[in-house]
């Protein structure tokens, strides 16, 4: 679990971004490769998922390790973190959600 703590300092550093950023622009890579790559469309949920689920794992790696370590466990920094990790990608996955059925009821409502 170590090893995840120092390729994240190293990402740090190299990159010149705070860890709250680097959880930003993680959360949305992740998001823009699974779209691209899975040749899903955004709304689709799957690329939510998929940055969900790598945040979720990251911040079990990070308790895990701060147990290991005999640190007490930052439930609130956990919170922070997968939170800066989806925000971008709820967003993205929702918008176009919103608006298509927004685009349905205009359409619905229209006489004929």
Known sequence: ?????TLKAFLVVVLDLSRDALHVHIGLAVFAAVVLIGRCPLGAARPW????????LGE?????????????LRWDASLHDVLNTVL????????????SRGRGR???????
């Open 49 to 56: 998922c998929v940055v969900m689920l790598l945040a979720l």
């Open 60 to 72: 079990v790696v990070d308790v895990g390790g701060d147990f290991l370590r005999g640190q007490p």
């Open 1 to 5: 679990m170590e090893y995840v703590e």
């Open 88 to 99: 971008w990608p709820t967003v993205l996955t929702l918008v176009p959600r919103w608006r």
């Open 106 to 112: 205009v359409i619905a409502s229209r006489p004929s």
